[in-house]
């Protein structure tokens, strides 16, 4: 049944076929002045986070057209969100405005020291999205002749069994339609122990086509330790993947650099970023840059590459979306920037 306090939102964007539909959680986000540490800080900054949102609002820039289910309350942050989302031609036709409050997330910010970050996010609206609403924007989004793919992460499979179901019910109706799913790992422990982000991974990541993941998550991954628990080698639960049924995992390592595999090949790039203002965000931003390249049916090594310069971008700017790049400012980096790449 339809949850009637429940608001659609307007979006003024109109009902423009979508490349890329998100589902997932964004928060207003508050930053430190940089140096400051959290706990004394007395100024911060305000943006906009979550991973789902900082990926749809990265393949905006790029030139292609994003679109978000999700929900926020009927707070003023909710209505900050919404307002940043338009700004960033982020299609929020599917996400509902609803009686509750919207996630909130402070951080300090440091180019290379520790950050740390407190979450009021328990039991936001973000929480209580569903899989009738997902029926919904799809079936929006397909009048539309959209999507062209599909991007959920891990962080909606643990924010409740709603959001969970709401989650597997987009990819399910994705692989009907015959349209490709791309899934990040994004491992939060604050929100799940290991084990229950184990047993989450083994039902949704075989149904992905595109899999991202750090090396750090690699052992979550079905395959991901050996009889004995020991993290298997990364090509190896690469490879054990791809037969499962994914064209692509991208290895976010931990030197920096990344690594597509493939059936046929593995290829890395190393990071080109220049100036190190903040870091966090830079995952995101590779998966943003990645996803624009599959849009524009480039080949895994070049996807790769673009998602290494969007990166660069992110990490020279003090918040996940303030530095991403447009098409043209990426197109100038990655060709005065030849880089070092290694293809096997």
Known sequence: MPDPTANPVSNAAGSAPLDLLVLGE???????????????????????GGAEGNVAVGVSRLGHRAGWIGRVGDDDAGSYLLRRM?????????????????????????????????????????AGVDAAQVRAAWEAARAACGPRLVHVTGISLMLSEQSAAATRELIELAAAAGVSVSFDVNLRLRLAAPEQWRTALADVAPRAQVIFAGTDELPLLPGGVDDAGRPVNPEQLAHTLIAGGATAVVCKNADHTATVYTRDAAHTEQPLARQVVDPVGAG?????????????????????????????????????????????????????????????
């Open 26 to 48: 964004v928060m207003r986000v508050l930053v430190a002045e940089p140096g400051e540490a959290l706990a004394r800080a007395e100024r911060f900054r305000s943006t906009i």
């Open 284 to 344: 995101d931003a590779l998966v943003a840059g990645y996803l624009s390249g599959l849009l524009e049916n480039q080949p895994p090594a070049d996807c790769l590459r673009r998602g290494v310069g969007a990166a660069a971008f992110a990490v020279e700017g003090w918040s996940d979306t303030e530095n991403l790049p447009d098409a043209r400012e990426l197109t100038g980096l990655l060709a005065a920037d030849g880089g070092e790449q290694v293809s096997r």
């Open 86 to 126: 338009r700004a960033e031609d982020v299609d929020v036709s599917a996400v509902r405005q609803v009686p509750g409050f919207t996630g909130l997330l402070l951080r300090n910010s440091s180019a290379h020291g520790a950050i740390s970050v407190a979450y009021h996010r328990a039991g936001s609206a973000a």
